[in-house]
C-alpha cells in the first residue's frame, strides 16, 4: 500500500450552540492515496461539509472546536501555522465548492482571478499569467477564451463559472482537489463535463475527493468510497466491494434508493424509512439504530469501523454478524418493499 496522501484519524467537529455543545463529526478517519479518487457519500447533515473545511482549516468560527490528526504529505495541517496553511490551500490542495461564486469575487474579471492565482504561487510576470489563465479557461472548454478572460463572473452561466473555478484548481497542480458537489447546481450535460475535467486533473496525478449526494457520479468515477451517517464512517472501501458487497443497511439503503436505469425494477421503489439523525440528538450507540431494520440490544453500543472477515481494506460499522449480510440485506430490502414508508420508528408512532 503507498503511504497516503492525506490521512484523517480521529476528526472530530463540534460546535457550541444555544442548546448545547454538537458534535457535527466524530471520530472519523479516512485516507486518500496518491492520485486516488474518493467519492464522500451521505444524506444532508452527515458531516461531510464540516469534515472537509476542517481538514483545511477553513472553519474559522469561534465557537467550533476541532481536534484529531490530519496527515498531508506527512504534515499535521491541524497543527500548521496559519501561514504555513495558506501556502499548502494555495499550491497543494485545491478546492471547489458546490457554489462557484464562494470561490469568485464578483468585482475582479475571471481572468484576472485566475492570473492572481496563479502569482500566488509562481513568480511569473502579469503578462505570463493572464496567458496562462487564457490557456487554462481554454483547457476547461471556455469557448474564445482570449475574449471571454475579460468577462466578469456574473457574465458567466453556472456551469461556466464552474468551469473558471476548476480552471483555477488546475493552475496550481494540486496533489489534492476537494470538490464538495462541485455538480449538484447544474445541468445533466454540464454535471457530465465537469466530471470528465475531474477525471482529467486525476489523470494528470491529483488525488480527488469528491462529496455528492449521487451514488450514480461514485460510481461512475471513484476509487474507493466514504459512506458518512451522523457524522461518522457507516462503511469505508474500494467502489466495487461497495456497490457489489455493500455492508452497512445505511449503504443498503443508499444503494436500493438509486433509480435502475434499464435493469429490473422493483414493484415500489424503496426509500430510506425514517429522517436523518441530528448531530445535536444522536442515539447513544449506533447512529443509524432509530431507522434500522436489523436493530437489535447490541445496537445500543457504539459499533467501531471495523474490516470484515474479508478485505481489510473495506470496512464497516455495524454489529451484524460479518457472514450473513447478503441474506440480510434481502430481509432488510424485502421488509421495506412490503411497508414502505414505515421504519421501526414510525411503527412504534403508529402504534403509541
Ligand atoms: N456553524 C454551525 N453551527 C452549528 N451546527 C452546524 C454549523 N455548521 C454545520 N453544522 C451542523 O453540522 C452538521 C453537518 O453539516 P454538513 O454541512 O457537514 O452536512 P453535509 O453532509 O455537508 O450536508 P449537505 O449534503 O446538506 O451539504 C449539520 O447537522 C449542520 O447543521
Ligand atoms: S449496528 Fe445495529 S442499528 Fe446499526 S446498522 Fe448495524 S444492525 Fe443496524
Ligand atoms: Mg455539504
Known amino acids: 500500500m503507498p503511504e497516503p496522501l492525506l490521512d484523517v484519524r480521529d476528526l472530530r467537529v463540534s460546535f457550541r450552540t444555544r442548546q448545547g455543545s454538537v ?3 466524530d471520530r472519523l478517519s479516512f485516507s486518500v492515496a496518491p492520485g486516488e479518487i474518493l467519492g464522500v457519500v451521505g444524506e444532508s447533515g452527515s458531516g461531510k461539509s464540516v469534515s472537509m473545511l476542517a481538514v483545511l482549516r477553513l472553519l474559522t468560527n469561534p465557537n467550533v472546536t476541532v481536534s484529531g490528526e490530519v496527515r498531508f504529505r506527512g ?11 495558506r501556502a499548502v490551500r494555495g499550491r497543494e490542495i485545491a478546492m471547489v465548492f458546490q457554489d462557484p461564486m464562494t470561490a ?3 468585482v475582479y474579471t475571471v481572468g484576472w482571478q485566475i492570473a492572481e492565482q496563479i502569482r500566488a504561487h509562481d513568480r511569473v510576470s502579469r503578462r505570463e499569467a493572464r496567458a496562462r489563465a487564457v490557456r487554462l479557461l481554454s483547457d476547461v472548454g471556455i469557448p474564445d477564451a482570449a475574449s471571454r478572460v475579460n468577462a466578469y463572473p456574473h ?23 476537494i470538490a464538495d458537489e462541485p455538480t449538484t447546481a447544474l445541468d445533466v450535460t454540464v454535471q457530465a463535463q465537469i466530471l470528465d475535467l475531474m477525471r482529467e486533473l486525476n489523470g494528470r496525478g491529483s488525488a480527488v475527493v469528491l ?27 474500494p ?13 443498503w439503503g443508499l444503494l436500493d434508493s438509486v433509480p435502475r436505469v434499464g435493469g429490473a425494477r ?9 429522517v436523518p439523525v441530528s448531530p445535536g440528538a444522536l442515539p447513544p450507540g449506533c ?7 436489523l436493530r437489535h440490544d447490541r445496537c445500543a453500543e457504539l459499533p467501531a469501523l471495523a474490516a470484515g472477515n474479508g478485505d481489510a481494506g473495506h470496512r464497516d460499522a455495524c454489529w451484524l454478524p460479518p457472514d450473513d449480510r447478503g441474506s440480510l440485506r434481502l430481509t432488510a430490502r424485502a421488509a421495506a418493499t412490503e411497508r414502505p414508508g414505515t421504519g421501526p420508528d414510525m411503527e412504534k408512532e403508529a402504534t403509541a
Open 75 to 85: 504534515r499535521d495541517l491541524l497543527a500548521l501555522p496559519d501561514k504555513e496553511m
Open 287 to 293: 447512529a443509524f439504530a432509530p431507522r434500522c431494520r
Open 155 to 177: 457574465e458567466f452561466s453556472g456551469g461556466m463559472r464552474q468551469r473558471a473555478v476548476i480552471a483555477m484548481a488546475l493552475s496550481c497542480d494540486p496533489a489534492l482537489l
Open 266 to 274: 422493483l414493484r415500489r421503489l424503496p426509500t430510506i424509512a425514517g
Open 239 to 251: 467502489r466495487r466491494a461497495v456497490f457489489h458487497g455493500p455492508r452497512h443497511p445505511y449503504t
Open 104 to 106: 469568485l469575487t464578483p
Open 23 to 25: 458534535t457535527a463529526v
Open 211 to 237: 462529496i455528492t449526494h449521487d451514488m450514480g457520479v461514485i460510481s461512475q468515477i471513484a476509487d474507493r468510497v466514504l459512506v458518512m451517517y451522523g457524522g461518522r464512517a457507516a462503511e469505508e472501501g
